[in-house]
């Protein structure tokens, strides 16, 4: 029977850094690693607004990405 186990997550917070010459928003992003695999929505979005006040570009998107290896 196929498993998926847990490999690790990172939350990516995408921040707009101005506009591009055609007109459209040009965004800048950092990665955060080892987020816990049981880290709640709210608590992730904490982490995001603590973070994006120490940066002076507005924050526009968090995205959670986790990777699981699939085994026998």
């Given at each position: 029977?196929?498993q998926s186990?847990?490999?690790?997550s990172?939350?990516?917070?995408?921040f707009?850094?101005g506009?591009?010459e055609n007109?459209?928003?040009?965004?800048v992003?950092k990665?955060l690693?080892?987020?816990?695999?049981t880290?709640?929505?709210e608590?992730l979005?904490?982490v995001?607004?603590a973070?994006?006040?120490?940066?002076t570009?507005?924050?526009?998107?968090v995205?959670?990405?986790?990777?699981?290896?699939?085994?026998k």
């Amino acid at each position: 029977m196929a498993q998926s186990l847990f490999n690790e997550s990172v939350i990516k917070l995408i921040f707009q850094n101005g506009v591009k010459e055609n007109g459209e928003a040009n965004f800048v992003s950092k990665s955060l690693r080892n987020v816990k695999e049981t880290a709640t929505p709210e608590e992730l979005l904490q982490v995001a607004d603590a973070v994006a006040s120490l940066v002076t570009l507005p924050l526009q998107a968090v995205v959670k990405n986790a990777n699981f290896d699939v085994v026998k």
